[in-house]
């Protein structure tokens, strides 16, 4: 029903209201709860609130009691109501998750050795099929009951917690921001430097099991998070070389549960293989999912890394600053010499050995510019790979006549005196 308020929606039991806003630019669209209860992706939304949405947001606002949304804004594509949801499938699957959890808890007090870590929970499947959404209800779900998982982001295309082209994994203390998504506090992060995981397979697998180290470290030394468990996001590369990283990522892991959304192929795959101590479960995938071409793709990658400098509403300011040839000098690398053949290896070594070699990068216009570069901890070239990263710059200009470039920076001038990883994660900065 519409109003001169805007699009009035009467939501019955266990209904959800799907909405893909494609609003022009500089517009938005807001969402307001005006009675009753109801959720967007686990996070429960205030009454008479208006949520603002830019173009490109896809939402699905679900209610377990029923309620009257009010949406406002100018959309091409109308929003449409569906009592076709799996999200009682999903709520059964926290459930589920949650029970583990107290028996981690349980075993903590009786004092039994290795029985306190709670489920460590692993989602799969093709590109486009909710597999950030379930990760991002579960997380939202468990903090709810007063967990504390570990969320890990292993989508390098994308990247839920950092940019495309690094792994991460963060803390969940606090229900997500319905416009915003999950506190970025202190993540833990690691530089992969592709937007595909099979660009170069060995570096992802050594980074997966790095990932998976510390991330038992942390859980051993806080026990509440450690009775939480882990939730973990993948690739949506699921045959052939992806197959093999899943099952790597399970194993790095150590992982109970495997939650496979849509491919039943997959998921008998994943039965036959798997060790009979991990649960494997089939979900279908809401019908509300969109799928997405390459270049909507590339937009979204875009996003994300003007996100990280400008803010998920634009409300930050980096700054921009040039910096001489001379202060990159044998600072900046890249992960990757070119592949040769293991003929012409040296003896003893193999092709993946250069996969994951150290290449010092050129300062050249067309090595540079535009690139996301991350910045390392490590401040020698041995720890460089495995050590985790601070943050982010961009490479916005390259001068070769005066031998400076110009970055695109979090915090202002110097830049902290530490190695450099380039990326071939590409932004151009029309701020």
Not at 40 to 68: D, L, S, W
Not at 108 to 133: C, I, L, W
Not at 186 to 202: D, E, I, R, W
């Amino acid at each position: 029903m519409s109003s001169a308020e805007g699009s009035i929606f009467q939501l019955e039991q266990d209904e959800e209201l799907r909405i893909e806003v494609d609003c022009p630019k500089n517009e938005v669209v807001t969402v307001e709860l005006r009675t009753g209860m109801a959720e967007i992706f686990g996070t429960e939304m205030v009454p008479n609130n208006q949520y603002r949405f830019h173009t490109g947001a896809k939402i699905a606002i679900f209610t377990f009691q029923g309620c009257t949304i009010v949406v406002r804004g100018k959309m091409d594509i109308q929003p449409y109501t569906s009592k076709e949801t799996p999200m009682i499938m999903y709520l059964n699957a926290h459930a589920a998750l949650e029970d583990m959890r107290k028996a981690a808890e349980n075993d903590t007090a009786n004092q039994k050795e290795n029985g306190n870590r709670g489920p460590v929970v692993m989602v799969v499947g093709p590109s486009d099929v909710g597999k950030s959404t379930l990760c991002r209800l579960l997380a939202n779900y468990a903090v709810r009951m007063g967990r504390r998982p570990i969320s890990v982001d292993l989508d390098v295309g994308q990247g839920a917690i950092s940019v495309p082209g690094s792994i991460g994994a963060i803390l969940i203390e606090r229900p997500a921001s319905i416009e915003e998504g999950f506190s970025q506090n202190a993540p833990l992060v690691y530089h992969y430097g592709h937007k595909t995981p099979g660009h170069n397979s060995p570096l992802y697998n050594r980074l997966v099991s790095r990932m998976a180290d510390v991330v038992r470290e942390r859980l051993s030394a806080n026990k509440k998070s450690e009775a939480s468990g882990v939730i973990i996001n993948t690739c949506g590369w699921v045959r052939g070389e992806g197959y093999n990283q899943i099952k790597h990522t399970a194993q790095a892991f150590e992982v109970d549960v495997i939650i496979v959304l849509d491919q039943e192929r997959v998921y008998n795959d994943l039965v036959r293989d798997m060790p009979s101590f991990v649960k494997v479960i089939w979900l279908p995938k809401s019908g509300g999912v969109v799928e997405r071409s390459t270049e909507q793709r590339q937009i979204a990658r875009d996003q994300r890394v003007k996100q990280y400098f400008y803010g998920p509403t634009g409300n930050l300011f980096p700054h921009s600053f040039e910096v001489r040839f001379s202060e990159l000098k044998e600072k900046i690398y890249k992960i990757g010499a070119p592949a040769l053949p293991d003929s012409c290896m040296p003896l003893g070594m193999k092709s993946e050995d250069n996969q994951t070699k150290l290449v010092a990068v050129q300062l050249t216009t067309r090595d540079l510019l535009n690139h996301v570069v991350s910045v390392s901890f490590a401040s020698a070239t041995e720890d460089l790979i495995m050590t985790n990263i601070a943050g982010f710059i961009c490479i916005t200009d390259v001068n070769m006549d005066e031998q400076k470039v110009t970055i695109l920076s979090p915090q202002p001038r110097p830049l902290p005196d530490t190695l450099l990883l380039l990326s071939d994660i590409q932004y151009v900065d029309s701020s």
